[in-house]
């Protein structure tokens, strides 16, 4: 199976902040990577495909870069309501397995 | 807007088996192609299976083969998920979701308990 991995596990931030977080996989998955955003209690939410192709209606603040095994996700700008959890997802192979997730707090 | 509905929270005893629904609208497909994911109280998302069409199989991950199906009946656009064999490890909030990733249920939890 592929690993994927996050970095940082968690992270405090304040509103208008730039926000990074990375992901990295055990092995080469091209660009088959999805990002997700999850909010307490509800369903996550497809944020990135493809690595860097951004879902119909996420705001223009999420990107996303990279290919191969080491894959980031930015939030430029901060806005009160992506204080949540993100994971990311290799769609590359069975089983499509998720990062460990990473939260994103209120400084 | 595809929409995905699932069946309500379950209370079930170790060694019972559930069985959890996903009911799609919005879209009216040949195959559900529904993909299964879990998330353990305060804990990460993990991948149960889906069903790839260009395959005509469902896969599942491997810690859960024997103990999960996934079927899907067309003439209702009604995708199931069974797992047997519950143990309170099982207990967790169970999502269907496309297999884009671009839709998701709203969850069913499932609790295993004595």
């Known amino acids: 199976d592929i690993q994927m991995t996050q970095s940082p596990s968690s992270l405090s931030a304040s509103v208008g902040d730039r926000v990074t977080i990375t992901c990295r996989a055990s092995?080469?998955?091209?660009?088959?990577l999805n990002w997700y955003q999850q909010r307490p209690g509800t369903a996550p939410k497809l944020l990135i495909y493809?690595?860097?192709s951004l879902q119909s209606g996420v705001p223009s603040r999420f990107s996303g870069s990279g290919s191969g095994t080491d894959f980031t996700l930015t939030i430029s700008g901060l806005q009160p309501e992506d204080f949540a959890t993100y994971y990311c997802?290799?769609?590359?192979?069975?089983?499509?397995?998720f990062g460990p997730g990473t939260k994103v707090d209120i400084k | 807007q595809v929409q995905l509905v699932q069946s309500g929270a379950e209370v079930k005893k170790p060694g019972a088996s559930v069985k959890v629904s996903c009911k799609v609208s919005?879209?009216?497909?040949?195959?559900?192609?529904m993909h299964w994911v879990r998330q353990a109280p305060g804990k990460g998302l993990e991948w149960m299976g889906g069903?790839?069409?260009?395959?005509?199989?469902?896969i599942y991950t491997q810690r859960f083969q024997g103990r999960v199906t996934v079927t899907e009946d067309t003439s209702t656009d009604t995708a199931y998920m069974e797992l047997s064999s519950l143990t309170s490890e099982d207990t967790a909030v169970y999502y269907c979701?496309?297999?884009?990733?671009?839709?998701w249920g709203q969850g069913t939890l499932v609790i295993v308990s004595s």
């Open positions: 979701a496309t297999a884009f990733g671009d839709s």
């Open positions: 919005g879209y009216t497909p040949t195959e559900l192609s």
């Open positions: 069903f790839y069409p260009k395959d005509g199989e469902t």
């Open positions: 092995q080469s998955i091209s660009s088959y």
């Open positions: 493809a690595a860097s």
């Open positions: 997802q290799q769609s590359y192979t069975t089983p499509r397995t």
